[in-house]
């Protein structure tokens, strides 16, 4: 199946090969993802404790996080931290990759969840401390029911993009459409083909996705306004 040239030949015979990774790449958008919507409340809750030095090295932690690449967070994950005394342990690809990869994007999403939860009115939380509500009811019954929503459009952004930084996962040995396009190429010397499924899924998977997510906004957005103007007559 050598070829200088495009073969369809070769693209019918990759496509099943490559559809073999489809499963992991989705389940581990999934799993990722849900981790770093999990990970992200751990992010803002941190960092509205009142000690300043703390937050002081969780908001440096966090922009550390972010500045540094996610391939080399899940190298290190993957290949360093089992090198470490003590307290290195040796994880599978996909569990590293689940960490790398939920880490790394909790902290834009945690930044989300701090933008929502300071958009709520303080008469709100003024509301919730004359009930004598607990700290678990004001959060769960007035402070998250009012943050969350206006959020759900951004999160819907980064489940995107999250999709589209799981081929990373690749490097460490998950066995995504990534990886399989790059074994069919290497035991048949032909990455054109396999490599232009793997674009043409992500297309099919991903641009649905934005157009939704775009409805969404749009809808969202218009709900807020009348809100809005609600409160305002």
Do not use: C
């Not at 460490?172 to 990886?179: E, T």
């Amino acid at each position: 199946m050598n070829s200088t040239y495009w073969s369809w030949d070769t693209f019918l015979d990759a496509l099943p090969f490559v559809l073999q990774g489809l499963g992991y790449t989705v389940g581990l958008t999934i799993a990722s993802y849900l981790f770093a919507l999990l990970f992200g409340f751990v992010w803002t809750f941190l960092r509205r404790l009142p000690n300043k030095v703390f937050h002081f090295v969780v908001t440096w932690i966090m922009e550390f996080i972010r500045s540094t690449p996610p391939l080399v967070q899940l190298f290190f994950i993957y290949y360093a931290w089992p090198m470490i005394p003590g307290i290195g342990v040796t994880l599978s690809p996909f569990t590293s990759a689940v960490i790398g990869l939920g880490i790394h994007f909790s902290t834009y999403i945690g930044e989300i969840y701090r933008s929502g939860i300071e958009s709520v009115d303080k008469g709100q939380w003024e509301a919730s401390r004359a009930l004598n509500f607990t700290t678990i009811d004001k959060w769960k019954k007035v402070i998250l029911p009012q943050a969350l929503p206006p959020t759900i459009p951004m999160l819907g952004n980064y489940f995107i993009i999250m999709f589209k930084e799981v081929p990373l996962a690749s490097i460490i040995g998950v066995a995504g459409i990534m990886l399989m396009a790059n074994s069919y190429g290497a035991q048949n010397w032909a990455y054109l083909e396999p490599l232009t499924i793997v674009g043409i899924i992500f297309l099919l998977l991903s641009y649905p996705s934005a157009v939704l997510i775009r409805k969404l906004e749009i809808k969202m957005n218009t709900r807020f306004d009348k809100n809005a103007t609600i409160k305002g007559n």
